[in-house]
């Protein structure tokens, strides 16, 4: 869903809806689930669909996070060495037993501090932003160790319970983290359709010069993209620490492509320009089915890899005719 | 009824990986009514893990065995298992002490004494001078606990006692740029026994708490064979964790003076004996060792190893 | 005719390249002024400094009778300048009403929140390319545009606020001899205004129909500035390609 | 040394050389090892430098293989996967007791067919570089993985010594692999700047239209810069397991940050049009010996990750300063 | 006058619109042809079907009395076309002299290897920039010249080859008055040496200064097909705006 096709567009809704690639990715999900409940009857059990759903939520918050930096024409490759910083910090903060809603603040903070660090390289300095995040991915991934002296904390003081509760527990029988990822999408969702920053991301990965020249203040939109994905990290950080009940400094390693990858099998263009934050959670569902129904299906699951792969492919594909029909 | 026993482990793109399969479907066809189902990330990733074992108890074994990467988080799931009343045992490695009650046994080596272990073998040849250690992910608890083990032996303190890095105790010191972390590449692990040899002509014993370089055996040789005369005089030590195929000609040549190898196969086959064994409402003891072997230079192409591989 | 907006003095530099050197210009209320010259010879960049995308590197810039420093082009819409930019300057990923509004918003409340007024902003649009006389549909993304209705958005743009002067960077470059007409003609309703109007072309034949005054540069300096009843294309042509020094 | 500066420019031999990347960066790896000298007097002895010469081939070469695809405005983040498939190739052929020529003629088949397999991809079905390595690279490490069945080959039937002795063998006192590195180079370097190829890759990274329209075969010469990337890759798998003296599927994880970050320090513009064959070699020689003079330096190697980042990130800025005065 | 290129019953869609509606055209020998239009005509698509971009949907092109298919610009380059196109097609990446070659690169033998061979590129695009009495260096890069030099360097490659049909692409949308008189002096002279020059064009005094014959496009068809000498600026204007229907 573009934004500029939501309102009075000349378009039918079904029409649009049937052109969106999140319609097509649901689909996609749906056949593939009943294929897989056929072979494996457990697939379609309400306890694995939950898992499926669970599992999907962090690399989810991370796509939708990324999604405004995609659609601004940028990309943040450092995403789970922030990842790894805003767990490191959570860990470090709550170890020392302070209160939870310090550890909290402290890590949204972290988490916006690095992605404001790439922002401003970005934006500032004028870098490319695959450049700069590849930088600050090896920075962030050697800062976690460093920080931490490669210690693993098990032990987060008098936060212990309230934390593990919030990552790991359950609120009217779904986790907490789905609960994040609706969220995370009705905000997004907003906020790319009906607020001012939405609309100049689009313009700014559309034609920067021209936003430029229309005095959108395209250096701050980028640091907020960034900031925003570094924000949505941090949230991703507190809630798989308190799933996990432990942080190390190796965690989030290598989540930068399967983050990407669901972005873009959401219909978000490398290019700049367009996407949709429903499209990055649905991306992650995708990938999290798909590992799911080749585990249940009984799949060796050496061959997951190319599966994926092959889905990935398939998407862009499938982004590919629509924007031509389009 | 066929019983579907699943191991997890912490990933399957891996050395120790195939050994512990075979273990487990060799005991599965053993018993012959059980079914090894064996699964892991392909690549490391400690989330993912988590998230496969808890597919395993939704899905509704008849057994877990466990491989904690996150220990933290894996007593978690350990708990959802024991609720259903699936029975549950950790091999290779362990939840943290306060878990333990979560789990029938741990099955495996014990990490620390691993490290023991290995730094006894080089007190067994110096009595002081400087060490380099080799490891593979910074973040691993095994690996952790062998690193500690061998420089709490090496300084001749006790584990509650624990040091960090090793700056003359007991005699004992780690030059500059040492410990050697490889995140598990091969090659980077074999540019490092080069690199640090190169620059430690003096250096009286290396440890690897793993088996990465001699993965790469013709990048260890070229890197060793220079010092075949200082290993010969036992001038330097060289000590590596692991008995796999491509090290023992290593320490048959004397390239290095031991090997301590894991047994794999035995943590695979011994996990799916302990569940069945519970499955049916047996009891099994709290801590299987599954022990470790020690290949000398004289035993390598011998007998040493033959189980693990 | 009052002044509007005057130049003195005014210098710009790139790196080594001196794009403009000591351009001194007025701008009168209700006039069109034609900005003629070769390609590099600074009109673009003329442009800019007066739309405060650049910063002049010496010489003071006097609007209204008050000499500013513009921080930018929303700083200088602030002042009621307006500018139409020779690459046209729109987000082809957008739609024209988003376009016609980029940087500048309708904003509804929704309870406590501000947001984007969609239905507002494509309702002024579609009244402004009636009044354009274009067939522009507001809700259309733009890529899918000819360059004649490309142009039109663009245009658009400067018939938001009540602006005082607005700068046109070579408007009829690529479009077609009817479009020309239309944009033309359109020039002449924004005069009617009272708007001063700076039209840049190479079009001969456009600025002597429209304008009321001639400025020429060459190599970044002003040679001419005469009103079009006293001059002729020969003469410009001439003081463009610099057979006659200046007039 | 952009190719069109060449020959016949208007600017000075002296002036091109000064504002050349390549130029910079062997001042940093100088001054770089003048410091750790200091320091460290064991930084510059024949041993330690050969070893980060050697150490810097594997990478190096690959970079060599990156730099058209990145002239060309591509990426390829599948190289470590197909440094991956080619090891493994290398060890079944070598494993099933073939001789050494029909293992080094399979691997490099097989090199090139993951490259052409990537262009055509990209060429015909005209998908963004970036999704579609991200495809491959996740099915390659798959492949691989079924491909072994996840065993490690160490064992190479008769060609066992002739393939030690080509990868880890020495010639005239220097490592074999060194030889390709530089043959690689000059043979690239040639390419670049005198062939036809070369050219064209040029254009189509300048304006990928224009090239068309200009008749140039853009579709084939793209799909040619894959494929010399996965032969090059190939080339590095050969020496490689030669060196090691065993294959495991493992092989080459995460290389392809390292090998895209080489070919970017050396001068290459990740937006196409810019690039150069010593650069990808000298960028690669940089963050191999930022590594060791860590090392030796007794930095805390949980550091080292910073620095490397932060070299990264001096050499675009470098190169984005330097572009700006060219 | 002999007929060099004929096309018949010329169609071009793309997926839902034409661009091409059953379009004849005769393209003669030495003639100056003029191609006029409104935005999104199809000169540019008929342009590109000359050319050999497109493949017609149906229709024939006859080449020299010989039905053809060309399958791409090199074919079509092969059989004496060249072409200016609106966009310039320039890498700014290279320098003037390689933008002048690109796709048919002068090359020496080097041992048992062709290499290319810089210098006698750069000394032919010299000559050539001098003979087109620009200033353009080859050894520079594009990215640093005015779009003067740049027009310069797109149509300095159309000398290279002894070519019969020259087709121009509004190769005086965005140069100035200077540079639109070289032009169209350069046309005249390509028309002097027995070329066929087809120039796209929204000016209509350039169009009535150079061109032998006028052709009106309007929504895809041919509506008018003239000789200067018998119609009037007026005329074509009625013509493409569609106030009078055909002529
Ligand atoms: N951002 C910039 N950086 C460096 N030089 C610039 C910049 N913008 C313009 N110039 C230089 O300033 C000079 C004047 O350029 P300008 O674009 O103002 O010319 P113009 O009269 O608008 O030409 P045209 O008719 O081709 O549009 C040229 O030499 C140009 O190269
Ligand atoms: N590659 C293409 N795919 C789809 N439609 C196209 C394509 N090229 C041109 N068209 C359509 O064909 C029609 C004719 O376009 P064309 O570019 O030939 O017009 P033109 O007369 O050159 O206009 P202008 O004066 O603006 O250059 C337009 O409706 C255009 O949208
Ligand atoms: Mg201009
Ligand atoms: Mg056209």
Not at chain 2, 111 to 132: D, I, R, S
Not at chain 2, 186 to 210: H, Y
Not at chain 3, 169 to 191: F, G, N
Not at chain 3, 210 to 233: L, T
């Amino acid at each position: 869903m573009e934004i500029d096709l939501l309102k009075g567009s000349s378009r039918t809704l079904l029409n649009r809806v049937l052109l969106a690639q999140e319609t097509w990715i649901a689909l996609a999900i749906l056949v593939l689930g009943l294929v897989v409940s056929m072979i494996a009857p457990k697939f379609a059990t309400s306890g694995n669909l939950l898992n499926i759903f669970q599992n999907a939520c962090f690399i989810g918050i991370m796509a939708i996070g990324m999604t405004p930096v995609i659609i601004s024409g940028g990309i943040d490759i450092s995403v789970g060495s922030i990842l790894g910083m805003c767990g490191v910090t959570l860990g470090i903060v709550l170890n020392a037993d302070m209160p939870l809603v310090v550890g909290i603040a402290a890590t949204l903070a972290m988490g916006v501090l690095c992605g404001t660090v790439n922002g401003a390289i970005i934006a500032y300095v004028k870098l490319p932003p695959f450049i700069v995040t590849l930088a600050t991915l090896s920075i962030g991934r050697s800062l976690a160790l460093v920080l931490t002296n490669n210690q693993v904390f098990y032990e987060f003081g008098r936060a212990s319970e309230s934390i593990v509760a919030l990552g790991g527990g359950y609120t009217f029988g779904l986790p907490n983290v789905v609960y994040a990822l609706v969220v995370g999408v009705i905000v997004l969702h907003f906020l790319l359709t009906m607020s001012r920053w939405g609309r100049y991301l689009f313009a700014i990965g559309g034609n920067e010069p021209a936003a430029r020249l229309s005095g959108i203040p395209v250096d701050l939109i980028k640091i907020s993209a960034y900031a925003f994905s570094g924000f949505m990290v941090a949230v991703t950080a507190i809630f798989l620490v308190g799933w996990l009940g432990a942080v190390t400094n190796s965690i989030g390693t290598g989540y930068e492509l399967q983050v990407i990858a669901s972005t873009v099998i959401g219909g978000a263009s490398l290019t700049g320009g367009f996407g949709s934050a429903l499209g990055a959670g649905i991306g992650a569902i995708l990938v999290e089915t798909i590992r799911n129904a080749l585990l249940l299906a009984g799949v060796n699951p050496f061959w997951q890899g190319t599966f994926v792969g092959c889905f990935i492919l398939a998407a862009v594909l499938l982004e590919r005719i629509r924007s031509v029909r389009r | 009824e066929e019983r579907e026993f699943a191991l997890v482990f912490k990933v399957l793109n891996n050395a120790f990986s195939p050994p512990i399969q075979a273990g487990c479907e060799a005991a599965a066809k053993k018993l012959g009514d059980v079914k090894c189902t064996y699964i892991g990330p392909t690549e490391y990733d400690e989330a993912k893990e988590v998230q496969l074992a808890q597919d395993m108890v939704t899905r509704g074994v008849a057994g877990l065995g466990i491989s904690a990467g996150n220990p933290k988080a894996m007593a978690r799931i350990m708990k959802m298992a024991k609720e259903k009343g699936i029975p549950v045992v950790t091999y290779d490695t362990d939840v943290l002490p306060e878990d333990a009650g979560l789990r029938s046994t741990y099955i495996g080596t014990d990490n620390y004494e691993f490290g023991v272990a290995l730094a006894q073998k080089v007190l067994a040849h110096k009595k002081n001078g400087t060490v380099c250690i080799q490891s593979g992910a910074p973040a691993s608890e095994n690996l952790k606990a062998r690193v500690q083990g061998i420089r709490d032996t090496l300084a001749g303190v006790t584990k509650d006692k624990g040091v960090e890095t090793l700056t003359g105790q007991n005699g004992w010191t780690e030059p500059a740029g040492c410990p050697v972390y490889n995140n598990d590449d091969i090659t980077l692990a074999a540019q490092q026994v080069r690199d640090v040899m190169t620059n430690n002509p003096e250096l009286s014993a290396f440890v690897a708490v793993g088996g990465w370089a001699q993965y790469a055996p013709e990048a260890y040789k070229q890197a060793m064979t220079p010092l075949k005369a200082r290993l010969d005089s036992k001038d330097l030590v060289v000590v590596f964790g692991d008995n796999f195929g491509p090290q023992l000609p290593l320490l048959a040549a004397g390239l290095s003076h031991y090997n301590i190898g894991q047994r794999p196969y035995d943590m695979g086959f011994e996990t799916i004996m302990a569940l069945d064994k519970l499955s049916k409402g047996g009891t099994v003891e709290p801590f299987i060792k599954t022990g470790t072997e020690i290949c000398t230079p004289e035993d390598a192409l011998t007998t040493c190893g033959k189980v693990a591989n | 005719m009052p002044v509007l907006a005057r130049l003195e003095h005014i210098v710009k530099d790139f790196g080594a390249v001196r794009a403009l050197d000591n351009v001194s210009l007025d701008i009168n209320e209700g006039e069109v002024l034609g900005l003629m010259g070769d390609n590099g010879a600074g009109k673009s960049t003329l442009v800019k400094t007066i739309a405060g995308n650049f910063q002049p590197t010496s010489g003071t810039y006097v609007l209204e009778g008050k000499p500013v420093q513009l921080s930018g082009p929303a700083d200088a819409r602030r002042h009621g300048i307006e500018v139409v930019y020779q690459d046209l300057a729109i987000c082809d990923n957008l739609t024209a009403s988003a376009n016609v509004f980029l940087g500048r918003e309708i904003m509804k409340s929704l309870g406590p929140l501000k947001v984007l007024d969609h239905k507002s902003m494509n309702q002024r649009s579609a009244e402004i390319f009636r009044e354009l006389k274009s067939e522009t549909r507001p809700a259309d993304l733009v890529v899918r545009m000819s360059g004649g209705q490309r142009q039109a958005v663009a245009i658009a743009r400067t018939r938001l606020a009540k602006s005082k002067i607005v700068l046109m960077d070579e408007p009829t470059a690529a479009i077609s001899v009817r479009q020309v007409a239309e944009v033309l003609a359109l020039i002449r309703r924004m005069k009617d205004q009272g708007l001063s109007v700076i039209l840049i072309s190479h079009r001969m034949p456009d600025v002597f129909e429209v304008c009321d005054r001639v400025v020429v540069m060459r190599r970044g300096r002003k040679v001419a500035d005469k009103r079009i009843a006293q001059s002729s294309p020969e003469e410009v042509t001439g003081l463009i390609t610099g057979a006659i020094q200046t007039a």
